[in-house]
């Protein structure tokens, strides 16, 4: 069994002295001990400061350049020359770092003097007066290992990805395409022996050029016994081995065009679709085929190819004339030369002022704001890969939701204290729920609602509702201002504070969109998000509507979730997902919502977890459930999404084999995917056409779909062995 690599849970003891009465939080009460030093602070009559709240929390995984902020229940302004934050690493040696109050004292912060080592267990913290006994809290949390998120747990698809480069980017395209089975290395750990041992490698353009030129006769010996390719932007042997020959003319910011016809690009919407970065310009061999032409704009073609495929031998060489990885980050991101800008003439600076023109064109073409540029080039890179694995055999891989849902709406309100909006809400939702329905896999109406501590809930109220399956938090909010990492960071510990203090019995929550969208430069707030163990994130906001238009669409491109990237490349342990759906974009009406849904559900096949925004101040609520229901679409929380996202990514397929027509394999499920996790095999192999599935030796069903041009067998996947026969026959 493999080793999966998952958040790093967080040993807590942290004690929040309220009202006299010591309650201890945390995700789970079972992993949560108080220490004596914290009980004996809570039994004394005065205690030196009451905590509320602090960040990292339990569960959380911080990066190296996180910061520790603790917030209190009062000022402590007595206590700032003698409250101690002391903050100690494994062996137990102090950290040193500078402490620094805000302007009431109700909260302090510590930053480390120089970031964290990466890979540190138990970064321990401890707050308290200079006396033991004045402890208010203890706890611990464990630094983020570097190229941890890059990493893949094993299988047959080998990602060679260079460091400091979007070639990482990869590597959460392929876990959101289902394919699990990767190893990631760097492009000086890459040997024949490697080779030898995986049926398609991938290449990332960082890597192409860092690749030991002593490869070049291994890889393509490997090639012609059946291996697969695939490479972006390839140069020198490389580009030799794809049937390349780069002319030294190049492209910016162009489009491709997938040639539909055939396989692998088959199934993959055919007008010309946006990439950002460079394209080489290559002439092609005669024996290289073109799966995608090269466009200098939306019209012009430049019969060149954007993507290729070359047979060798039994094997194939695959190239992207552009990087990938960072057409697909920016796609989903924006522009990064125009981060910290305001561009769409609306205060305060947004996510969408990183698409938004102004007065250059705009980073997202408007005219293709339906398609999902980036989730079409990320399946097309899914059936190149399906394709070269062929000649080693069928390549099983996940579905994107549970069973074969195909589009799911994600639920999530931003309730600015309305007195009734999110309880009416909920409760049209539980009358909505057919009996027995099964919330673990999205059979149940549920939603998320992000408050604030002036909502009408009563805490009671929000627990019952949480208890349900419904996923409640707080609206951070800036006050719709513009902000630096260390004002953003006074907001999240004044909101989360205000809103435990309103609602003490709520777990802590796990997705947010702050108030007005506020997003003042690149990535600060995933990575404080991150901090607060808060990983889904629904920011990026279909709006202004007189820019987007009247039609519904895509503005990062994609309609999944996938880990933000910073612009050296490293993934950030928050997922985006956009807000596709928002009330006052279209005036509540239901058309847009029919329209995207009818997309995903139709022959254009862009499936999808589509966000939405609602707010109570119209029916855009009831608007979603109605179309929803109609449509048999699940409405799911954001919670809900992120815990099926983990689940799924710590599921694994294993042991794979593949001889005489016969192909084995093992599944192993996460427990939270509970019976809902399906697998893609495809029904056509060399030795023939799919005939029987067993499991664990018994024989199981399945049904037959197909998804962007390739034919599938859906396989409801309990852990277990897995037998597939291949015939002629």
Known sequence: MKTVRKPIIFTLAVALVLGGVLVVTGSTVGAIVATKSVLRAARSSSPPAQVLSHSPVSDATVPPKAQISVTFGSSVRSLTETLR??????????????????DDATAVSFQPLTPFSPGEKHVRVTVGGPDDRDEVADWAFTVQSVGTLTSGPG????????????????????????????????????????????????????????????????????????GGLVVSTPR??????????????SVQEGYLRVVGDRAPGQGIVDVPM??????????????????????????????????????????????????????IFEARQGNPAWAETERDGKYPIRPDDLFHGGDENDFVDLSRFQIPQADEQMRLLTNIVVELHEPSGPMPRFWYFPDDIKAALVMAADDHGTESGTQQSFDRMLDLSTTGCDITKWQCPRATSWMYPTSGLTDAQASTYAAAGFDLGVHVTTQCQNWTPAILTRDFTRSIRAFRLAYPSLPPQVGSRVHCIA?????????????????????????????IGKDPGFMTGSGLPMRFSDTDGELIDVYQLETHLVNESWDASPVPVEKMLERALGPDGFYGAFGTHYDFSDDFDRQLMNVATRLKVPMISAAQLLEWTDSRAASSIEDYDWANGTLSFTVHADEQTNGALTVLLPLESESGRLSTVSQDGRRVTYQTQTIKGVEYAFLTAASGEMTAEYSRH
Not at 85 to 102: A, H, L, R, T, Y
Not at 155 to 160: A, E, N, S
Not at 282 to 289: C, E, G, L, R, S
Request: charged content about 20%.
């Open 155 to 226: 299988g047959t698809v080998l990602l060679v990805a260079a460091p400091k480069t979007h070639d990482a980017v990869i590597a959460e395209i392929l876990r959101a395409e289902g394919i699990d089975e990767f190893l990631t290395i760097t492009p000086g750990e890459l040997t024949s022996s490697l080779l030898e041992k995986h049926a398609v490698v991938i290449v990332g353009s960082g890597a192409a050029d860092r690749l030991d030129a002593s490869l070049a006769s291994p890889l393509q010996d490997w090639v012609e016994r059946g």
């Open 236 to 249: 020198g042997v490389l580009a030799k081995l794809a049937g390349l020959t780069p002319t030294g003319a």
């Open 519 to 547: 997003w003042s430069d690149w990535a600060s707030l995933p990575k404080i998000e991150r901090t607060w163990d808060i990983r889904m994130d629904l920011n990026y906001y279909n709006w202004p509507s007189e820019w």
């Open 85 to 102: 934050v002391k903050v100690s690493d494994d062996s137990g040696e102090q950290i040193p770092g500078g402490v620094v109050f805000n």
């Open 274 to 327: 946006q990439f950002h970065g460079d394209a080489e310009e290559y002439a092609v061999a005669a024996d290289t085929t073109t799966i995608a032409q090269l466009y200098a704009d939306s019209s012009q073609s430049l019969d060149r190819p954007a993507v290729s495929i070359r047979k060798i031998g039994s094997g194939a060489v695959a190239a992207f004339a552009y990087d990938l990885g960072q057409s």
